[in-house]
C-alpha cells in the first residue's frame, strides 16, 4: 500500500479475492504466500485448457486475420530459433534466460490462437481461472532439445490446420499437444517431489511475457541478460 500510494482497504479485497481463486494461502503465524499449484490443480488446469484450447482453434480455423497468422509464425520461429541455438551449445539443454524466451513463445503462440476465436466469455473464463498464467509461471525442469523440438513440431502442425481451413485437425493436434504437456507436467513434478534436490528453472513469468511477445512481433533480438540481486518483498 505504501508503495503504490493508496489505502490498505482495496490491498486486503485484492488479497481475499486472490485467496478465494487459490492464488494466495495464508500461512498460520507466517503471512500470505503465492500457492504453488499442487498435482491435483496442475491436472485440473490442463483438463480446462483441454475443454477451451481445441474449441477454440477449430472455430478459427479457416477464418483467422492475416496479422494473426504472421505473429502466430514469428512465434514458430521463435520455438525454431530456440531450438537452434540450444542445437549449438556445449550442453543441450535450456538455461533460465533461454527459458523465458520459451515459455513466452510458447504462451504467446496459445494466446493467439484464444484471442482470436473473439469469444468474450471462453476468455474471460481463461481470464478468471488464470489457468495459462499458472501453468506456464510455475517454476520449470530443464528443458533438453527433444522436448523444445516437440513443441515447435506441435505449434507448426496446428498453425498449417488453422491457415488450411482444417478445424477437425487442428482441434486433434491442440488436443494431443495439451496432453503431451500435461504428462511432461506431472513427470517433473513427481520427480521434484520424489527427489527433492531435482533442478528447476523460477522464471520471470507473466512479467516478462509482453516484453518477450513484442520483441518477437518487431524481429529484434533478445536483449542481454546480467545477473541481478535477490528482491525482497
Known amino acids: 500500500a505504501r508503495e503504490i500510494g493508496m489505502s490498505r482497504t482495496p490491498v486486503r479485497e485484492a488479497i481475499r479475492r486472490l485467496q478465494q481463486e487459490g492464488i494466495l494461502e495464508q500461512v498460520p503465524r ?3 504466500i503465492v500457492r504453488r499449484p499442487q498435482r491435483r490443480d496442475l491436472e485440473e488446469l490442463y483438463q480446462l485448457r483441454e475443454a477451451l484450447e481445441p474449441y477454440a482453434v477449430a472455430q478459427i480455423a479457416g477464418r483467422i486475420s492475416a496479422d494473426d497468422l504472421e505473429m502466430l509464425g514469428k512465434l514458430c520461429q521463435e520455438i525454431q530459433t530456440i531450438a537452434t541455438a540450444v542445437r549449438k551449445a556445449p550442453r ?29 466469455r471462453l476468455m474471460k473464463i ?3 481461472s488464470r489457468v495459462l498464467t499458472r501453468i506456464f509461471g510455475t517454476p520449470r525442469q530443464e528443458h533438453d532439445l527433444a522436448v523444445i523440438e516437440e513443441t515447435h513440431r506441435f505449434h507448426s502442425q496446428i498453425l498449417k490446420a ?14 494431443e499437444h495439451i496432453r503431451a504437456s ?11 517431489h520424489s527427489h527433492p534436490d531435482t533442478r528447476t528453472i523460477p522464471l520471470g513469468l507473466p512479467d516478462d511475457l509482453l516484453a518477450d511477445l513484442d520483441r518477437i512481433e518487431r524481429g529484434t533480438p533478445p536483449p542481454i541478460t546480467r545477473p541481478r540481486g535477490k528482491r525482497t518483498a
Do not use: C, Q
Request: glycine fraction near 10%.
Open 92 to 120: 543441450p539443454v535450456v538455461d533460465a534466460a533461454l527459458m523465458r524466451r520459451l515459455l513466452s513463445a510458447d504462451l504467446g503462440f496459445h494466446m493467439v490462437l484464444l484471442r482470436a476465436s473473439g469469444n468474450r
Open 162 to 175: 488453422v491457415k488450411h481451413g482444417d478445424g477437425e485437425g487442428a482441434r486433434v493436434l491442440m488436443a
Open 182 to 192: 500435461m504428462r511432461e507436467a506431472l513427470d517433473h513434478y513427481d520427480r521434484a
Open 30 to 32: 507466517f503471512g500470505t
Open 126 to 128: 481463461i481470464a478468471d
